[in-house]
Structures are given as C-alpha cells and as structure tokens.
C-alpha cells in the first residue's frame, strides 16, 4: 500500500505541474480528485511520564475509499498548556529542500519550515502554534501549505478547516 501511496503522490505532482494548485474540493485536469477526510480525535490519559495530551487529524487522499493520503495534518494540545502543535505529514518521496510555507486563508503563519524527521510513515514537520494563532485557525476556510519542488515548481496544497473548531474545542476540554 505504502508503494501506492508513493506513486500516487509523484502522479498527483505530475499534473499539478500544470495546475499549480490542489484544493480539496476541486477536480483537476478533469479527472483526478482529492478527497479530504473528517477530523479524526484521541485523547492520551496522563501516565509517571507524560501528561495528558489530545490530536484531532485531517487526512487528504487520492482515492474515495480514504486509502491512498497525500497530506495529514495533526493539532496536538497538551493539558495545562494554551499552546498547541501542529505536524504535517508529507509522505516519503517527498524532496522539498527549500522548506514550505504554511498559510491561513492569505495570512503565513511565519517563516518557511523544513522536516524534522522521515519515517515510514511520511516526513513530518511540526510547528508550535500559541492560542492566537488557534484563534485564526478557527476563523480560516484552510491551511495552505506551499511547496517547491525539487525541480523549482511551485505546488500549492489547500486543506479544508472545516469543522475545525468544532473539532479543536471537542479536544480542548480536559
């Protein structure tokens, strides 16, 4: 599956050459569709090492069945913290040696970010976000993240908040 995944995402780069932009919504080329998954959450009880912590995730993928993901992005809140981290998750393949940016409707949350961390799972980046920034997060359409690819192309990809601080304030309540 994970070989789907990875030929998936290089054929979803090849037409977005032309595209420039992907949104969850939208059809492109006429015939390949993103389908953005619901919020998903867990919430972790606190343990002798940790404290108690909650994830809400949105997944985007290639295929109806919500099978093949291209993108997943992860709100962790930790108990007695205003702050929270948000992780994006690329999947493996992906060479992004200029960083990306990650916007809210037109407004950057900061500087480029670059990944941390590959696994099987995916590369993952993660981001601390202070509550002000939860705050624009809930009155946002989207999170943008801005690609460039190794070849300089530009590759836009828009994920949905919808639900979002439905979502977000369903983890909150510790």
Same mark, same amino acid.
């Given at each position: 599956?994970?070989?789907?995944?990875?030929?998936?995402?290089?054929?979803?780069?090849?037409?977005?050459?032309?595209?420039?932009?992907? !949104?969850a919504?939208?059809?492109?080329? #006429?015939?390949?569709?993103? *389908?953005?998954?619901?919020? &998903?959450?867990? =919430? $972790?009880?606190?343990?002798?090492?940790?404290?108690?912590?909650?994830i809400?995730?949105?997944g985007m993928?290639?295929?109806?069945?919500?099978?093949?993901?291209?993108?997943?992005?992860?709100?962790?809140?930790?108990?007695?913290?205003?702050?929270?981290?948000l992780?994006?998750?690329?999947?493996?393949?992906?060479?992004?040696?200029?960083?990306?940016?990650? !916007?809210?409707d037109?407004?950057?949350? #900061?500087?480029?970010?670059? *990944?941390?961390?590959?696994t &099987?799972?995916? =590369? $993952?980046?993660?981001?601390?976000?202070?509550?002000?920034?939860?705050?624009?997060?809930?009155k946002?359409?989207?999170?943008?993240?801005?690609?460039?690819?190794q070849?300089?192309?530009?590759?836009?990809?828009?994920?949905?908040?919808?639900?979002?601080?439905?979502?977000?304030?369903?983890?909150?309540?510790?």
């Amino acid at each position: 599956m994970r070989h789907h995944i990875f030929i998936s995402f290089f054929l979803l780069v090849f037409v977005c050459f032309n595209t420039k932009t992907i !949104s969850a919504e939208k059809n492109i080329q #006429g015939n390949l569709k993103i *389908f953005t998954g619901e919020w &998903k959450d867990k =919430c $972790f009880e606190k343990n002798e090492n940790t404290q108690k912590y909650c994830i809400i995730e949105r997944g985007m993928f290639l295929d109806e069945k919500l099978e093949k993901r291209v993108i997943t992005v992860i709100i962790r809140t930790i108990e007695n913290s205003s702050d929270s981290l948000l992780t994006i998750i690329s999947p493996l393949g992906t060479l992004i040696p200029k960083g990306f940016n990650v !916007s809210l409707d037109q407004e950057k949350l #900061g500087e480029m970010y670059g *990944f941390s961390h590959c696994t &099987k799972s995916g =590369c $993952f980046a993660t981001i601390k976000i202070n509550k002000e920034k939860i705050d624009i997060f809930k009155k946002s359409n989207a999170i943008n993240l801005e690609y460039t690819l190794q070849n300089q192309q530009p590759l836009n990809i828009s994920v949905s908040l919808k639900d979002f601080t439905k979502a977000y304030n369903k983890i909150t309540k510790f």
